[in-house]
């Protein structure tokens, strides 16, 4: 197990450059294209789009931290490298769960709105990509967390920008071929076009 | 010099006001029939108080104020009442409403009436209520009863009072050429509500530098007097009270709130010119200064119009010619609407009957498809975003919409006059809320319903409890007497002889009057007589039928016979 | 300890995954009792949109019965009073699409009308009284029945019961008062293609051919 003083510590320089990373460099969405899921899913309002994203990002520091420890605290000292993907699906479902509880209890509104794409936070693959490039990069439990964060934090940045344009996308005078997800692909395909001009800022 | 603000956005459309502006304020003669509407402000209709028939001075109340927010109407001329019912009126419906329709008799005579000439001295209350009775009502268009806006309360003093001689639509030149005419008397009238007010710190007549000859007319009149008169730049929509009010004194009125809630009055000079004329001059408002103007009518002049006035009255003596007349319009080229008939009458927010000729304005060019240029957001006064209003009210997105603050819009059309593609979007603007409302209005009602549905189970529910409760009531009770009975009595039979004993001696107690009894017994023997009857001729048809039944029928023949002995002996011994 | 689960992985193995699995479980159980949820306010929310004339179109005895029912996934389209307007407001609400209105369950009328008993004919049954969701009717037993004409929501519940069909639904007067303007055409109706709705144009169609 890592020395405990490198655990926590990560210097300001890190810190700014992990978050430019994660939430507009390699943006998670339309530069890793992980997650795309709930980007199209649930972008249609704007209130159900920011519900999501502050969903998304809970699930997603949480589980950076939780995936750590148990890397670090079970997974490594017990030789069981190769159980990695299962016990971060594990971790992962039970954050998710957890978080659907807490939703369903503090706006029943939103558990209505986002249905079956609050337990489907478990299969988003940007989930399962932060758990597992942080172990592959060799992270420490501060970096991690900020990863996860700034995957969240990016996440939400593209799902709320991308919703505001759907809206304005539905009162517009689409073409009747082009309504629904065919605009909204081309829309986000643009927008990725976008986000891949901040390659080569870090 | 006073300071001036510029307002955000507003257009510069040709201003087209010399036309009209070449000769002094005219007078029409008085036409055969003037119809006035009950309803020609905002508020409660009035409520006539004439009748068919009746014969009315000029000046003479008509229909009286219903209510706090409301006007009464007085005869514009002498005559006699020839209708009271539902007429046209200058309404984009081009529905009818409630009018009186006077006949004149070319006499004019006006009623007995008499002014102050010392409103210094008099009461602001006495003053209000000079100013509620002749009837007056915000002239420059939106026509909101005067004495009402004069009287926002002990909890808002007024330290600003603003006359808005602004006229800023084009072709309309009726505030101009009244105050060329009028100064003097239109500065009295503006000291008249300097005195209702309590005589506010800063008294403003703002007007647009397109018009020297009248800021003039007025300035040898407002020397001394502590009135300023503040003359800014011209522009398109400056005359909306909002609008002045930010120009003359740089303060944003919020959404929902009054001027009275910043300290402030703002007041037409038409209405001040007629509120001058109700005080000192005793006159109620029966008439007003109105520009007939554009290509299609012969002469382009002022007049002195008496309200009820006929549009067609008004075209017909300025040579109209309906040939070269796209439409006619009531109010400016901006705000106005179209007339759907001439046959509507002139109503004291009528400030101007445009008759443009097409080269004026041409018919309505096919609206194209929105380019997203913007123009539209650059001309707003209001800082609002035409643009996105247009695209949500095209979706009926009601929330987008009040989101995008729709109900402050003023409905000026400067964004309909700058858009490239022709679009209407006042229209949609109006449309839309009028949609806002409506949905509005359901909701109130939907929840009233709910209310009194909700009300009806709980009656239901609660009539339900207490049959039940009865009926438990009931069955202990009897529960009671059976167990009470059981206990009571030795044997079941002598319990029943005994039950029934004492029932006869309680009926036995309860008899009635010797009368009645005589009464009742006569029925029943009456009753026991068409029985037999009955019963015979059952017996005969059965005998004449040679049916099974004879036996049967002979018995129940009897059976009534005896009945009726015994009802007729029960008689004999009360006749006893 | 260490020695044993290096030489038996598959046991070590096990251990980890059994131990993590009861771990969290044992988190999420706490947290179930934690947060846990009483009833269903959605239901509140429906029946807010709903317009509560309680006719019993949509096949359930009410508005509030209909609430419950799309709570648990019925459709939103079988409400005619509310019309086109209700439906959209609950797609909105549901974040569903919006279908059009289920014809089964009645048409969508123009006209708000409201009921008006004809004096003349009515026996005081008070039939009508009893049908009436929101008691808008006036009456008792042999004596005259009314209509309150500003309760009256025109369910049309009181029309069928009464025996000498004495009440009949009117249209309400539209007012100056209760106008409203109308919305503008479509922009880009130039050519008359377009305005037809024809192949190629701007319009939508309605059946592509």
Redesign the interface.
């Known amino acids: 197990m890592a020395a405990p003083t490198t655990v926590w510590l990560c210097s300001m320089q890190e810190f700014a450059v992990i978050l430019v990373s994660s939430i507009l460099i390699n943006n998670y969405v339309l530069v890793q294209f992980l997650g795309l899921c709930p980007f199209m899913g649930v972008s249609?309002?704007l209130e159900?789009a920011i519900g999501m994203a502050a969903a998304t990002t809970f699930v997603l520091t949480l589980t950076a931290m939780a995936s750590y420890m148990?890397n670090a605290l079970?997974?490594e000292?017990?030789?069981?490298i190769y159980?990695r993907t299962?016990?971060f699906i594990?971790?992962i479902a039970?954050v998710v769960?957890?978080t659907k509880?807490?939703i369903?209890?503090t706006s029943?509104?939103l558990y209505?709105?986002l249905?079956v794409f609050l337990p489907l936070i478990t299969t988003n693959c940007a989930v399962l990509g932060v758990a597992l490039q942080n172990t592959s990069k060799d992270l420490n439990f501060t970096q991690s967390s900020l990863y996860g964060f700034g995957a969240g934090a990016g996440f939400s940045l593209v799902l709320i920008l991308f919703s505001a344009m759907r809206?304005?996308l539905?009162?517009?005078?689409v073409p009747?071929s082009f309504k629904g997800a065919a605009i909204a692909m081309i829309t986000a395909g643009l927008m990725s076009l976008a986000f891949m001009g901040f390659n080569g800022l870090v | 010099m006073n300071r001036t603000w510029v307002t955000p956005g507003g257009v510069h459309p040709p201003e087209n006001k010399h036309q009209s502006m070449t000769q002094q304020i005219g007078s029409l003669p008085i036409p055969d029939k003037l119809v006035i509407p009950l309803s020609q402000h905002i508020g409660a209709a009035a409520a006539a108080c004439v009748e068919v028939g009746q014969h009315v001075l000029k000046g003479q109340l008509i229909a009286e104020a219903a209510g706090v927010v409301s006007i009464p109407m007085h005869a514009p001329t002498s005559g006699t009442i020839s209708a009271i019912e539902h007429r046209p009126i200058a309404h984009a419906s081009g529905m009818l409403a409630p009018c009186i329709e006077i006949t004149s008799d070319g006499a004019d005579s006006w009623i007995e009436h008499q002014g102050i000439s010392d409103y210094e001295h008099t009461s602001p209350e006495k003053l209000l209520e000079i100013v509620a009775n002749a009837g007056i009502t915000g002239m420059g268009g939106a026509g909101f009863p005067s004495a009402v806006k004069l009287n926002p309360g002990r909890q808002r003093p007024i330290d600003t009072l603003i006359i808005n001689a602004t006229e800023c639509e084009p072709y309309i030149t009726a505030d101009d050429s009244a105050i060329r005419e009028r100064a003097g008397e239109i500065v009295d009238g503006i000291k008249i509500l300097s005195a209702i007010l309590g005589h506010p710190h800063n008294i403003l007549i703002g007007i647009e530098d397109n018009k020297p000859e009248a800021i003039a007319a007025l300035q040898p009149h407002v020397e001394s007097t502590g009135i300023s008169i503040v003359v800014f730049p011209t522009k398109y929509p400056s005359g909306g009270e909002k609008q002045l009010i930010y120009i003359l004194t740089g303060k944003e009125l919020p959404a929902g709130k009054l001027p009275a809630d910043l300290g402030m009055v703002c007041i037409n000079i038409g209405t001040t010119y007629a509120i001058k004329r109700a005080v000192i001059d005793g006159e109620p408002l029966i008439s007003r200064v109105t520009t007939v103007t554009g290509e299609a009518v012969g002469t382009q002049r002022n007049y002195d119009v008496l309200i009820g006035t006929p549009v067609s009255h008004l075209l017909a003596h300025n040579q109209f010619d309906q040939e070269r007349c796209s439409r006619v319009i009531m109010g400016g080229p901006m705000m106005g609407f179209s007339l759907p008939s001439a046959e509507v009458p002139v109503v004291k927010t009528t400030n101007c009957i445009l008759a443009p000729s097409y080269a004026e304005i041409p018919e309505d060019e096919p609206a194209q498809p929105c380019i997203r240029c913007g123009m539209c957001a650059e001309a707003c006064p209001v800082s609002l975003l035409p643009q996105q209003l247009f695209w949500y009210a095209q979706a009926q997105d009601h929330d987008r919409l009040e989101a995008h603050n729709l109900f402050d819009c003023i409905e000026c059309g400067a964004c309909s006059y700058v858009c490239p593609s022709n679009i209407p979007l006042v229209q949609y603007y109006r449309s839309a809320k009028g949609e806002i409302r409506q949905a509005h209005d359901e909701k109130i009602r939907s929840d009233h319903a709910r209310e009194r549905f909700e009300f009806h189970k709980a009656r239901i529910e609660q009539a339900e409890q207490e049959k039940e409760a009865k009926r438990a009531a009931r069955r202990e009770a009897a529960q009671q007497a059976k167990s009470a009975t059981a206990t009571n009595g030795s044997s079941g039979g002598s319990s029943a002889a005994d039950i029934i004993a004492a029932a006869q001696a309680r009926a036995a107690a309860k008899q009635a009057s010797p009368e009645d009894q005589r009464a009742k017994l006569e029925r029943t023997i009456a009753a026991t007589e068409q029985r037999l009857q009955l019963a015979e001729e059952k017996l005969a048809e059965a005998v004449a039928s040679n049916s099974d039944k004879q036996s049967v029928f002979s018995a129940a023949v009897e059976n009534t016979r005896q009945k009726l002995e015994q009802s007729k002996s029960k008689l004999a011994e009360l006749a006893e | 300890m260490i020695e044993l689960i290096s030489q038996q992985p598959i046991f070590a193995a096990l251990i980890a995954m059994v131990g993590l699995s009861i771990l969290f479980g044992g988190l999420l159980g706490y947290a179930a009792e934690k947060f846990k949820v009483e009833g269903d306010p959605i239901v509140e929310q429906i029946d807010e949109l709903l317009p509560q004339t309680q006719c019993g179109q949509c096949g359930f005895p009410g508005c509030r019965p209909y609430a419950q029912s799309i709570a648990d996934g019925d459709a939103i389209n079988k409400c005619p009073p509310g019309g086109q307007a209700t439906i959209n407001a609950l797609a909105n609400l549901l974040g569903v699409p919006a279908p059009e209105l289920d014809q089964e369950h009645g048409q969508e009328s123009e006209v708000k009308t409201v009921a008006y008993i004809r004096e003349d004919e009515c026996i005081g049954c008070t039939k009508c009284i009893q049908a009436c969701p929101v008691d808008a009717i006036l009456g008792a037993a042999k004596l005259m029945h009314t209509v309150i004409a500003d309760e009256c929501t025109g369910c049309d519940l009181c029309v069928e019961p009464c025996p000498v069909d004495c009440i009949d639904m009117l249209p309400v007067e539209e007012t100056i008062a209760d106008w409203k303007w109308s919305t503008p055409a479509k922009p880009g109706q130039m050519i008359a293609t377009d305005r037809r709705g024809e192949l190629g144009s701007n319009t939508v169609q309605e059946d592509a051919a």
Not at chain 1, 77 to 80: T, V
Request: hydrophobic residues 55%; glycine residues 6%.
């Open positions: 249609n309002k159900s148990v079970v997974l000292p017990l030789g069981l159980l299962i016990a594990l971790v039970a769960q957890f509880m807490f369903e209890k029943p509104l209505r709105v249905g809206e304005r539905a009162a517009a005078d009747e």
